[in-house]
């Protein structure tokens, strides 16, 4: 049997995210044991890391975060060195909808982990590293960037569910001295995203020849992040953030979302020879999102100098990737979106 140095929990592998760190975790540190922990929502798909299920060095754990008994059972036989924890309910949208389920897994969820790494896990030597958003800050006017010391101050039931589990982080780390890091990063874009989210949606329904629902005049600005890029910062923060601190992370790469809807139109035009123009005259502006922020945009200057991190990808190059792999994978659009996606979209759109 091979000798592991270290064992990693990481929470939310099935995701979005998530399958980007186990991808890269597993393949980078053979010497780690990786355990991936996820409850299989809707948004998670082991079909995003089936490349991945002979690797030695991995295994996967279906559980619920919540349920604090099985996760101090795991905690207590795995002596977890660190955990990487990424479970969440991730989208505004549905936390407008439902926000009790929201804190349930992001509050409840986080606070059960952190007994249980407190508990057992490797306190010593070890991390708790939270992953987070930069919707904790609201929203920005047409100036200025969020640093970590912009004051909190979420606006949709979400961004208030991840600013309260990163308050009990910080809290973990002050009164019991549980070793932890939290980061903060922009929007993600990449292979493997759920579609609900703007990228995958727009791309699904410009296919299908369906109104693209810009939200408002689509006037609000999100930065974008490549997934693959977020996955490193997460990487050098494990393993050299310091201890009780905060990283922020972002593309520094804001788009207005009607211009990002638009050169997404574009390049499907091209890619699916079809007239200049054609598939932008699905843009449809419907109700706004309540409480829609209007601009994110992050200083990650302290991620930069202190761990030397940046984005190695443009986004031209990322965006087209991005775009081939969710047309290359209609299997996989086709899988997620068969079972209650349909009820879903026609009660978020429907009356919109
Ligand atoms: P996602 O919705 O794609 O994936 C979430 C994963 O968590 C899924 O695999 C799901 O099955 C799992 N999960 C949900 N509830 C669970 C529970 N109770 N127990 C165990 N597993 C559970 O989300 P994502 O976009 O990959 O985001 C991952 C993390 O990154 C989240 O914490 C999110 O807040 C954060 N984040 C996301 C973005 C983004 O742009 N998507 C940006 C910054 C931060
Ligand atoms: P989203 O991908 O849901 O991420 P977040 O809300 O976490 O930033 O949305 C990105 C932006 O796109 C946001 O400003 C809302 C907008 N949007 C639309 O205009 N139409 C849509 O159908 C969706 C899902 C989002």
Not at 130 to 155: A, C, I, M, Q, R
Not at 180 to 204: A, D, T, W
Not at 221 to 234: P, T
Request: aromatic share 12%.
């Amino acid at each position: 049997m091979a000798e592991y140095t270290h064992t990693l929990l990481i929470t939310g592998g099935a995701g979005f995210i998530g399958s980007h760190v186990v991808r890269r975790m597993v393949n980078l540190y053979p010497q780690y044991r990786i355990v991936n922990l996820d409850a299989l929502t809707y948004a998670g798909n082991l079909e995003n890391l089936r490349d991945l299920e002979s690797a030695p060095n991995y295994s996967f754990v279906k559980a619920d975060i919540t349920d604090a008994a099985a996760m101090e059972e795991l905690f207590a036989r795995e002596k977890f060195d660190g955990v990487i924890h990424l479970a969440a309910e991730s989208h505004v949208d549905r936390s407008i909808s439902n926000p009790i389920e929201f804190v349930m897994t992001n509050v409840v969820g986080t606070v059960v982990l952190l007994n249980a790494f407190k508990a057992h896990g490797n306190t010593k030597t070890g991390r708790f590293y939270h992953v987070s958003t930069d919707e904790v800050y609201g929203t920005l006017g047409d100036e200025g960037k969020f640093t970590e010391s912009t004051p909190y101050d979420p606006n949709s039931p979400y961004s208030a569910s991840k600013a309260s589990s990163d308050h009990f982080v910080r809290a973990y780390h002050e009164t019991f001295k549980v070793p932890v890091v939290i980061s903060n990063c922009s929007n993600n874009y990449g292979s493997h995203q759920f579609p609900e989210k703007l990228i995958p949606l727009m791309i699904r329904n410009i296919q299908q020849c369906k109104p693209l629902p810009v939200y408002g005049k689509g006037d609000n600005i999100r930065d974008w992040l490549w997934v693959e890029d977020h996955a490193s910062a997460i990487d050098a923060i494990y393993h050299g953030g310091r201890l009780g601190e905060t990283y922020n992370i972002g593309g520094n790469n804001e788009w207005k979302n009607l211009d990002l809807v638009h050169k997404l139109c574009e390049i499907m035009d091209r890619k699916l020879g079809r007239k200049p123009g054609e598939s932008a005259e699905q843009i449809t502006f419907v109700t706004d999102r309540a409480g829609h922020d209007f601009r994110y945009a992050i200083d990650a200057s302290k991620l930069e100098n202190e761990l030397g991190w940046s984005p190695s990808v443009a986004f031209d190059q990322g965006f087209e990737k991005t775009i081939d792999w969710y047309l290359e994978n209609q299997v996989w659009l086709e899988n997620v979106t068969s079972g209650n996606y349909q009820e879903y979209y026609a009660a978020m759109y429907a009356n919109r």
